[in-house]
Each structure stands twice: as C-alpha cells, then as structure tokens.
C-alpha cells in the first residue's frame, strides 16, 4: 500500500496560499521566511514580525486547519524534534524484527517511500526542473551535505554527458567560497539538503540567492530551510523505521531528472556521448 508524506506545516502553508487574504498571506510569507522560529514566538510578536495584527495570524493558523495557537506550535515543536533527530535517538524507536523478514520489509518500505515521493512532486514542477537543468546557455553546479553530496556527485558525472557546464561545488567551504565568485545571475545550483540539516550549504543558499541563482533544492519530508532561498523544492520521503534515514527516493529523482534532462538536451548530448563512448 502506498503511503503518503506527512504534510509539514511548511507545505500545509505553501498548499494554502492561494486561499488566503492579502494580510493572511503576510503572515503567511514572514513564517516561511522566518521558519519555524518566528511561529514559535507569542502571537502578538507574530503579528508584529508580520504588520498584521493577533486577530489575522489566528485566522491564518485556522486556515491552516488548527483548532489553536498552541496547536499550530505544538506541530512545529514535533517537526524540529524530528529533523534534529540522530540516528542514536531513532535506534530506540527501531522495532524488533525477526532477520528472515528484515529484506524483505526494508524492501517494502522503500517502494513505499518511493511512490509517496511521486504522489507529492507535482509534474509541473519535475518537469520545470528538469528544462533549468538542460538549458546548456546557463552553467549547472551542484553540491551536497555529508552524504548527500554523493548523489550530487553521481548527478554531475551524468550531466556532465548531456550537456557542458556543469561542475560540483566543493565540499569545503573555503574552496566552495572561492567558486561561488563564479556563479552568475541565472545559473542552475542544484542543493542536496536532509534533516540535520547542514549549515554551511544554507549560507551557500542565501548567497547563492543574493547571486541571482536559480537554484533547485532536493530534500526530506521535512522540507530544508534552503527553501526559503530556493525557486524550485523537490520534496523525498526518507523515512523509514531503521535507525538510518532512505536515499533511496532520492536517488530515483536524481535518475529520473538525468534521464529527463538528457532527452530534452538531446541534439547535444548526443554528440558529447558519442565522444566519450
């Protein structure tokens, strides 16, 4: 049976938007921008933050389908404890299971998280992806966190084919300041960002903002705070009840968006292919 990603508070908002008043959206931006922190101040310090006052924040969270203020902050009390939980902290929530099932539902479960991923990525937003990505007139970077940086590098291997342009920043920061220099207004970052989320990839993300970059996030259920920062957020269940998280959804959306980008950058991929095969 598939199973569907939670809504975060975050999306449940983005979801909302279009519905909500002019002051509502108000603070409907300044939570997003200020996320979650700003929703767990007083809601008179809510209001101001946002020039609205108590009365529109409340009807804003109503309309975000909570009963109470105090709901709505106990939600975003319970979405921080899970993105700083610790593969330490999950192991006390594994369940026991007998090893001659242990394939078998690993398995399971990561075709599971694999067709919620593709129930929440609306198409339109693959696909616009997928075209920033072939569109070889602006140059293609990409870098990662402390594993996700490997898929970032699977992704530039493969790209590198289809089209030219395309390098990983590195993992250093010292060194990723000095590319960054080079990023010009309209180049395509793709960030890859899970929960204990990294740092120094968000000030990569807010500089890379101040840039003009367009830039692609590929994250967890729980939605990166490189969002705030990004045009286009590719959301991937994670989740599973081991002790570590699942790359497998993510790794799918990162083949699905090679094989995409290499069909619509196909005049030129094909001779860069030819070359190298």
């Known amino acids: 049976m598939a199973v569907s990603i939670p809504a975060t508070v975050e999306t449940t908002v983005h979801a909302t938007m279009d519905a909500l008043t002019s002051a509502e959206k108000r603070a409907a931006r300044t ?6 922190t700003i929703g767990l101040a007083p809601v008179a ?18 309309r ?7 709901d709505f902050q106990r939600a975003l009390r319970t979405e921080l404890d899970e993105r700083t ?6 192991s006390f929530e594994v369940p026991r299971q007998e090893s001659e099932r242990f394939l078998d539902r690993f398995f399971e479960q990561t075709a599971e998280i694999m067709r919620a991923t593709a129930e929440r990525i609306p198409a ?49 920061i010292a060194n990723r300041a000095d590319q960054l220099l080079d990023i010009k207004a309209g180049d395509v970052v ?4 899970m929960r204990r989320y990294d740092d120094d990839l ?10 003009r970059a367009f830039t692609i996030l590929m994250t967890d259920e729980w939605i990166s705070p490189i969002s705030r920062f990004s045009k286009i957020v590719l959301p991937c269940r994670v989740s599973i009840d ?22 619509l950058s196909w005049k030129t991929a094909e001779s860069r292919i030819r070359v190298g095969d």
């Open 31 to 36: 939570l997003l921008a200020n996320y979650p």
């Open 45 to 62: 310090e809510f209001g101001t933050a946002a020039g609205a006052s108590a009365a529109t924040v409340l009807r804003f969270i109503s």
């Open 64 to 70: 975000l389908g909570f009963r109470s203020y105090p």
């Open 85 to 90: 939980k610790s593969p330490l902290q999950r």
């Open 124 to 172: 339109s937003e693959f696909e616009a992806a997928s075209r920033k990505l072939a569109d070889s007139r602006h140059a293609c970077h990409l870098a990662g966190g402390r594993f996700t940086d490997a898929l970032a590098m699977y992704m530039e291997a493969h790209l590198r084919r289809a089209r030219p342009g395309v390098r990983r920043l590195d993992g250093r």
């Open 190 to 193: 793709v960030l890859f960002d």
């Open 202 to 211: 968000l000030e990569t993300a807010r500089q890379l903002k101040a840039a």
């Open 242 to 263: 081991r002790i570590w998280d699942a790359n497998t959804a993510m790794f799918a959306l990162v083949e699905a968006l090679i094989a995409r980008t290499t069909e």
